[in-house]
């Protein structure tokens, strides 16, 4: 059975739309954007026809890619505390020139809605729920929530390579009473826990290595990212044989970015209600 | 066998009045206590007895247990743009009228020795290694080093219940490529993993509920809490059977204050260098 985000970010942009419809003054989301990649450009685009979609406004603040780190931290000084100002969004990735941690830690993490801030982030591993909750993690459990998937008290295991978006994720699955398993490439047994596992959450950039051999039947795949080899993408998990095997799997291929908008889009309507 | 961490803080304390003895000007340590309980005043003065043994000066600033949530943040903020303090800790528990992970919040990161504050504890989560770590979790990764227990590449399993030490010290072991298991007191199949852990580190706070025959004898046992009912004492652990049995294992009685406060010291030490 396919977990279709699809089905679940339109359901959440209806929801949203349906409260918001009513609203005298609508909610508005800043965004910046050093322009400098065409993958930027395109995801803040997505973000800006989302919000549209759902009657936020939307206002875009662009700045020249040569900007200096001084002059970018000036820049988001002057939205932290401009009163008009609720939150905004900083676009990434920055600018090679650019020290990206220092520019997330400069954004007032009262006005971060993308739940970015260390002090935000760090929320997530201390406390069982959060205000506003990272987009990335947040659509995992909304995808799991939508199809009865519980959590709470299952095996579940992340096997990740590099990135870091999972690791917000595991510190909320972990205050969730999960017990959780944390595997990479190095595991030295990494099937005695696949197998064990009722849900497996992907992210190592290894071309379908979860085959149907390492799991069992009722196990949940959720594959959030992929890689790119000679021009072709691939899963981490094996999906046409997985799929055939009646596991519970996220639909690959896809692009999961419409249902990332839609958490914070869910984040700014709630910012906005506080 | 006995994994000794007095032996490994008298080594560490050692190496530091080693190191400190011959510095003309000597590092210097600042620490707040609210004057509150008997606890923090009994770990305050081996903080002091610890540093005065190794020549790190010491000083005490301790204010009256009715101190206002405000008047602690300005006395904070007073030691934060001090240019002649150059770190300080905050004696915990405080009092239960103050919000303590407000007081947390305020202390100037750069200042932290503790490494308590949400910006220094996020940068173990997302970096392999920080400048200064925080104690409880140094001491674990220390005992290890020092009985040249590796924990690269190894399946470690963390029992907890409530308390939020573990966290940094799951976030640190992830980060040394370990692959490890979360477990809770709701964990379905929890003899499934301990069976198959090299290291488990528990702090349950479930009297001896790890007996020898949830574990293999290869596996190292680290208890870092204990219960008290009737006055009496108990581990997690069956320390009794379990190091008959030939595992390595933490001593039980056994307080490891001594080794926590030689990571303070080790921060402090570090910070004065810098």
């Given at each position: 059975?396919i977990l279709d985000?699809?089905i679940?970010?339109?359901k959440?942009?209806n929801?949203l739309k ?5 609203l005298e003054k ?6 910046i ?11 803040i685009k997505?973000k800006?026809k989302?919000?549209?979609y759902i ?5 875009l603040?662009t700045?020249?890619e ?5 002059s ?8 932290n ?7 905004f969004i900083?676009?990434l ?12 830690n400069s954004i007032?993490?009262?006005k ?10 760090w929320?997530?591993v201390?406390w069982d729920?959060t205000?506003?909750?990272p987009?990335t993690?947040?659509w995992?459990?909304?995808?799991c929530?939508?199809?009865?998937i519980d ?6 295991v992340?096997?990740?390579?590099s990135?870091i ?8 699955l ?6 959780l398993t944390?595997?990479n490439?190095k595991?030295?047994?990494i099937d005695f826990?696949t ?6 959450i ?13 799991i069992?039947k009722?196990t949940v795949v959720?594959?959030v990212?992929?890689?790119v080899?000679?021009?072709k993408?691939?899963?981490d ?20 970015w419409?249902?990332t ?5 869910k984040?700014t309507?709630k910012?906005?209600?506080?």
């Open positions: 059975m985000w699809k679940v970010a339109e959440i942009y929801e349906n409260e918001i419809l009513p609508k909610p508005k989301l800043w965004a954007l050093i322009w400098n990649n065409s993958s930027s450009i395109r995801y997505q800006q989302w919000a549209e009657w936020v406004d939307f206002e603040l700045f020249d040569n900007i200096s780190q001084i970018l931290l000036e820049e988001i000084n002057k939205l505390i401009d009163e008009n100002i609720s939150w900083i676009q990735p920055l600018p090679k020139h650019i020290n990206e941690q220092e520019i997330i007032n993490p009262e971060d809605v993308d739940w970015f801030h260390p002090i935000n982030q929320k997530i201390i729920e205000w506003l909750k987009c993690p947040a995992v459990i909304e995808l929530k939508f199809y009865n959590l709470i008290w299952k095996n579940i992340i096997i990740w390579r990135n978006v999972w690791k917000p994720l595991a510190n909320m972990i205050n969730m009473q999960a017990t944390i595997c490439s595991t030295k047994n826990y197998k064990n596992a009722d849900i497996i992907t992210a190592m950039w290894s071309p379908e290595f979860l085959t149907t051999e390492k069992n009722d959720i594959d990212w992929f890689s080899i000679d021009w993408i691939y899963w998990c094996d999906f046409e044989n997985i799929i055939q095997n009646w596991n519970k799997i996220t639909p690959v291929p896809g692009w999961v419409a249902l908008v839609a958490m914070l889009m984040n309507l910012a906005y209600k506080k």
